[in-house]
Nanobody, 124 residues
Framework: QVQLVESGGGLVQAGGSLRLSCAASGRTFSSYTVGWFRQAPGKEHEFVAAINWNGGSTYYADSLKGRFTISRDNAKNTVYLQMNSLKPEDTAVYYC?????????????????WGQGTQVTVSS
């Protein structure tokens, strides 16, 4: 069993930066692929980025490449999402999700474990 807790969201002006954290419980966290998703009001969950179990492979939504960076520290059971050059359209609730199956994380919203989300609001 893995429990995920996101933090680091908040209100930021356009052009600013935030770093989100996804802290996990469970000794097997290092074996999971972890993804970040976001959901804006009235919209479906959108894939943002993912990282495999050892950080050797990272994946990004095409529209976000170059602005967002995902990383992980398995010693701290934490995955990070560094968000730079934020835009008002990045406003959403950001969730992290974990699954042993990388394809599930990359292509579905059916990952085994989800956090409760953290709000990111970017003002213009």
């Amino acid at each position: 069993q893995v429990q995920l807790v996101e933090s680091g969201g908040g209100l930021v002006q356009a052009g600013g930066s935030l770093r989100l954290s996804c802290a996990a419980s469970g000794r097997t966290f290092s074996s999971y692929t972890v993804g970040w998703f976001r959901q804006a009001p009235g919209k479906e969950h959108e894939f943002v980025a993912a990282i495999n179990w050892n950080g050797g492979s990272t994946y990004y939504a095409d529209s976000l490449k170059g602005r967002f960076t995902i990383s992980r520290d398995n010693a701290k059971n934490t995955v990070y999402l560094q968000m730079n050059s934020l835009k008002p359209e990045d406003t959403a609730v950001y969730y992290c999700a974990a699954d042993h199956n990388t394809i599930v994380v990359l292509t579905t919203t059916s990952s085994s474990y989800w956090g409760q989300g953290t709000q990111v609001t970017v003002s213009s």
